[in-house]
C-alpha cells in the first residue's frame, strides 16, 4: 500500500496511492484523517490523478524528529576517506547517529536552496524509515512492528560546514537537508531494496547500493535510537548512503529512485 499527502488547491490531506490498471495511472484516493497511530481513517469518496490540475505531491509525513545514520555502509565510509572528508578509512564498530529538524522537510519536486554561506553541497540517497506507533526500548525482533512503512529520500550535506563543525547541525539541518517522497510504501523488501541515483538525467553507478550492505540493519537501528528516545507515530530514520556521494549546484536535478517505492525528483535553486 502506497501512503501520499498531498494539496487539493492548496488544502493538504492524505491519500492512498491506487493504480488504474483500464487507465494506466495512478489515482489519489483521498482519506478523511491522518493514518498514522493506530488512527482509522476512510475514503472520502474523492479521486484525483497524480497529474490534474491543482493536485501536488507533499512530503508524505512531517516527522516530529528525524535520526539519520552515517557511514553505516563500509563502501560509504571507504568513500569518504578517498575523498577527503574523513581522516578513518572505515566504518566505525559503533552507530554514527545525527539528527535534522523538521523543518529541513521537503517533499516531491520541491526546490533544495543552497545556502549562500556555503560552497560544497552533497548529495546523499538513502531508504528512509517512517515509524507507526510509539516506539521505546524495542528489542530488534520486534523493531519491524514499529514500522509503517518506507520512502526515498536525499540527506543533503554541506561538506564544508561539516568540517567547521563536528556537531552537523549546520551541515546536514538546514531549510530543505531533507527531500522525503514521493510516498510511504507499507509493504517493502527492506532487507534488500535498491538504491540509485541520477543527475541531471544521467545515471551516478557509484551512488548505487544495496540495503543488504547496511552494516547496522533497520531494525537494530530502530531497537538503538529507542533505548533512548521515544519514536513517535510519522518519526523518521533516514538509514545510510551506500555508496558515493557528490556535488550538487544550482541548476542540478537530483533524482533518488528506491526499487519498489518509486523515484524522488528536487531542482537545486541558489538561495
Not at 545556502?115 to 520486534?142: C, F, L, W
Not at 517493502?188 to 548505487?208: H, K, Q, Y
Amino acid at each position: 500500500m502506497r501512503i501520499a499527502r498531498f494539496s487539493h488547491d492548496d488544502v493538504p490531506q492524505y491519500a492512498f496511492v491506487q493504480y488504474d490498471e483500464a487507465e494506466e495511472k495512478d489515482y489519489l484516493v483521498a482519506l478523511d484523517g491522518y493514518p498514522l497511530g493506530g488512527s482509522r481513517v476512510n475514503p472520502t469518496g474523492e479521486r484525483y490523478a497524480l497529474d490534474a490540475d491543482g493536485i501536488r505531491l507533499l512530503a508524505p509525513i512531517i516527522p516530529s524528529k528525524i535520526y539519520g545514520l552515517a557511514k553505516n555502509y563500509e563502501a560509504h565510509a571507504q568513500f569518504m576517506h578517498e575523498a577527503g572528508h574523513s581522516e578513518i578509512a572505515h566504518a566505525p564498530e559503533d552507530m554514527m547517529i545525527f539528527m535534522k529538524p523538521s523543518t529541513s522537510v521537503i517533499g516531491p519536486d520541491d526546490p533544495i536552496v543552497m545556502p549562500g554561506a556555503s560552497h560544497d553541497m552533497n548529495y546523499e540517497p538513502e531508504v528512509a524509515v517512517v515509524i507507526g506507533r510509539i516506539a521505546k526500548n524495542v528489542p530488534v525482533e520486534r523493531a519491524m512492528d514499529y514500522v509503517l512503512g518506507f520512502t526515498c529520500t536525499n540527506d543533503v550535506t554541506l561538506r564544508d560546514l561539516q568540517k567547521l563543525d563536528p556537531m552537523w547541525t549546520r551541515a546536514k539541518g538546514f531549510d530543505t537537508a531533507c527531500p522525503l517522497g514521493p510516498w510511504i510504501q507499507t509493504e517493502l523488501n527492506w532487507r534488500d531494496a535498491r538504491i540509485s541515483f541520477s543527475l541531471n538525467g544521467e545515471d551516478v553507478p557509484e551512488a548505487s547500493g544495496t540495503t543488504a550492505n547496511l552494516i547496522h540493519s533497520i531494525p537494530e537501528q530502530i531497537a538503538a535510537i529507542s533505548s533512548y528516545a521515544t519514536l513517535l507515530p510519522g518519526d523518521v530514520i533516514l538509514t545510510g548512503t551506500p555508496h558515493a556521494s557528490g556535488s550538487l549546484k544550482p541548476g542540478d536535478e537530483a533524482v533518488v529512485h528506491v526499487e519498489g517505492i518509486g523515484s524522488l525528483r528536487n531542482v537545486v535553486v541558489q538561495g
